[in-house]
Every structure is written in structure tokens, then in C-alpha cells.
């Protein structure tokens, strides 16, 4: 039953990934078709939900690995697009964005990881890694508009009129939708850092060591501390800016992802999520 889901879930990925680059590319001074996408990704979502809740929760136990993780962030990031999409112009981030979902889904299925359980009881974990997980998403979310900013900066910058720059919304509306990702997702890692840190025995009941998971989580607060004081004091803007969000996002991943793919995958080994 999963595996028919996620063939299914990889067809409609990747066949609305083919419409919107297609439309793009030969359309786009026509008005894009927003509710007919919406219509099509939103029981896509419900089987994707289906597909990250089943194994996700046991009984009063949450089940997670590489798979899992990368599962969970995938469906969140979509459902914040089709979410935001009703009150943002987010018309463009589709492009980077149902590729991205259907390459974690297929590497989901095909590297499951070595699966590790957490008791949902203990609130102050679960308010952890809830804060970090979501705070994952919002960056990748900046991330894929930073990509889309750095590409349409170079067009205006060789005065070039592409068919990108016709169908993205204007430059300034993307760094707003970016910055504002950052400033909700900094929060939310925040959060994150300040429990796992200060708070280690509450919420892993063990004192904090310095793993390369808490190195990379710390580095990551401090390059979206820096951009976030950047941007209020200097103003920072365009090209600049949305590379530091991708070297943070970068970080981020190395912290959470890049550690679960090298204990689960590579070592072959459960990861606790610290």
C-alpha cells in the first residue's frame, strides 16, 4: 500500500513539476492556473500525509529515520506552499519545489535509515523537535527563494527580459516572502537551540555534548543571527543576502539531515535527534 502511494505521489510530483516548467518556458504573460494546481495538490497532500503519519506514530511513541525525517519535511514544506499560496504570490517557487519533493520522496523509499523511537509523553523533546522541524522547513523554504532570487538578479543584471523573469513575482516581493520565512524560522530554531542546549537533561535527559549536530546547529543560528542583524542595520538585499541563507540552510541540513544520512546510511546506526 505505501509503495503504490508513493508511486502515485511521484507521478502527480512529478507531472505538475513538467506543467508549471512547462508553462514557464512557453507561457508566461498568461495568467498561471493557480486553483487547477491547488485542486490537483491537495489530495496529493492528504495520501502524503498518509504516507508520513502511518509509520510515523505508534501507539504513544514517535518513530523517526532518514526516511521518516526527510518524509515529514517534504509534506510540511508542501503544505505550507499550498497554504501560502492562497495569501502570498508564491508563483515560481514550484519550479525548485515539486522536483525537490519528488527527489525526497524517491531517496525516502530508497534509504529508509535505521529507525529510532521517542515517547510523545515527554513534552519538552516534542516541543524540540517540533521547533526544529518546522524551523527546517521555513529555511528551506527561504532557500528555494533565495535560488530563485540569485537567478533573477543575474537576468535583470544583464538586462535580459527571460522567460523566468516574466512568470516570477517582482524582486523585491520575493525577499520580502524570504526574509519574513527567516525571521519566523529563526524563532523557531531559536527555540530549538535554547532547550537542546541550556535545557539538555529536560529534554534528552542527558547534559549537552558538543556533537557535530549541536556545532552545525549553533553555526546555523549564528549565520541567520548575523543576515537577520544585517538586513535591519545595513539594509541587506539581493544577492548577498539570499547566499547567506543558503550557506545557513546548508548548516542546518549538515546539523539534522547530513547527520542522519551518515549514522543511518552510511554507519548503518540509529540517531537519537539531539
Given at each position: 500500500?505505501?509503495?503504490?502511494?508513493?508511486?502515485?505521489?511521484?507521478?502527480?510530483?512529478?507531472?505538475?513539476a513538467?506543467?508549471?516548467w512547462?508553462?514557464?518556458?512557453?507561457?508566461?504573460?498568461?495568467?498561471?492556473?493557480?486553483?487547477?494546481?491547488?485542486?490537483?495538490?491537495?489530495?496529493?497532500?492528504?495520501?502524503?500525509?498518509?504516507?508520513?503519519?502511518?509509520?510515523?506514530?505508534?501507539?504513544?511513541?514517535?518513530?523517526?529515520?532518514?526516511?521518516?525525517?526527510?518524509?515529514?519535511?517534504?509534506?510540511?514544506?508542501?503544505?505550507?506552499?499550498?497554504?501560502?499560496?492562497?495569501?502570498?504570490?508564491?508563483?515560481?517557487?514550484?519550479?525548485?519545489?515539486?522536483?525537490?519533493?519528488?527527489?525526497?520522496?524517491?531517496?525516502?523509499?530508497?534509504?529508509?535509515?535505521?529507525?529510532?523511537?521517542?515517547?510523545?509523553?515527554?513534552?519538552?523533546?516534542?516541543?524540540?523537535?517540533?521547533?526544529?522541524?518546522?524551523?527546517?522547513?521555513l529555511?528551506?523554504?527561504?532557500?528555494?527563494?533565495?535560488?530563485?532570487?540569485?537567478?533573477?538578479?543575474?537576468?535583470?543584471?544583464?538586462?535580459?527580459?527571460?522567460?523566468?523573469?516574466?512568470?516570477?513575482?517582482?524582486?523585491?516581493?520575493?525577499?520580502?516572502?524570504?526574509?519574513?520565512?527567516?525571521?519566523?524560522?529563526?524563532?523557531?530554531?531559536?527555540?530549538?537551540?535554547?532547550?537542546?542546549?541550556?535545557?539538555?537533561?529536560?529534554?534528552?535527559?542527558?547534559?549537552?555534548?558538543w556533537?557535530?549536530?549541536?556545532?552545525?546547529g549553533?553555526?546555523?543560528?549564528?549565520?541567520?543571527?548575523?543576515?537577520?542583524?544585517?538586513?535591519v542595520?545595513?539594509?541587506?538585499?539581493?544577492?548577498?543576502?539570499?547566499?547567506?541563507?543558503?550557506?545557513?540552510?546548508?548548516?542546518?541540513?549538515?546539523?539534522?539531515?547530513?547527520?542522519?544520512?551518515?549514522?543511518?546510511?552510511?554507519?548503518?546506526?540509529?540517531?537519537?535527534?539531539?
Amino acid at each position: 500500500m505505501q509503495t503504490a502511494a508513493t508511486i502515485i505521489l511521484l507521478f502527480i510530483y512529478g507531472g505538475l513539476a513538467a506543467y508549471v516548467w512547462g508553462f514557464w518556458q512557453n507561457r508566461p504573460n498568461e495568467t498561471y492556473p493557480l486553483a487547477r494546481e491547488l485542486a490537483l495538490l491537495a489530495p496529493a497532500l492528504a495520501v502524503h500525509a498518509w504516507l508520513v503519519w502511518s509509520p510515523l506514530v505508534s501507539g504513544n511513541m514517535v518513530i523517526f529515520s532518514f526516511g521518516h525525517a526527510l518524509n515529514l519535511v517534504t509534506w510540511l514544506m508542501l503544505l505550507m506552499y499550498m497554504i501560502g499560496s492562497i495569501f502570498y504570490p508564491l508563483k515560481g517557487l514550484q519550479i525548485l519545489l515539486y522536483p525537490l519533493a519528488a527527489f525526497s520522496l524517491l531517496l525516502a523509499v530508497t534509504l529508509p535509515g535505521q529507525a529510532s523511537g521517542y515517547a510523545m509523553s515527554n513534552l519538552p523533546f516534542i516541543v524540540h523537535v517540533g521547533s526544529s522541524i518546522l524551523a527546517y522547513c521555513l529555511f528551506g523554504i527561504a532557500t528555494l527563494l533565495a535560488v530563485l532570487i540569485i537567478l533573477l538578479e543575474r537576468d535583470l543584471r544583464r538586462h535580459r527580459m527571460s522567460a523566468l523573469m516574466r512568470f516570477l513575482p517582482p524582486l523585491l516581493s520575493l525577499e520580502k516572502l524570504m526574509f519574513q520565512g527567516i525571521w519566523i524560522g529563526f524563532a523557531l530554531l531559536t527555540v530549538s537551540v535554547v532547550s537542546g542546549t541550556f535545557f539538555a537533561e529536560i529534554v534528552f535527559g542527558a547534559p549537552f555534548q558538543w556533537t557535530h549536530k549541536a556545532v552545525f546547529g549553533i553555526a546555523s543560528w549564528l549565520i541567520y543571527a548575523v543576515l537577520l542583524y544585517l538586513r535591519v542595520v545595513r539594509s541587506w538585499r539581493g544577492k548577498k543576502a539570499a547566499w547567506w541563507v543558503i550557506i545557513g540552510f546548508l548548516s542546518l541540513m549538515l546539523a539534522y539531515i547530513g547527520s542522519k544520512f551518515v549514522l543511518e546510511i552510511l554507519l548503518g546506526r540509529s540517531s537519537l535527534l539531539r
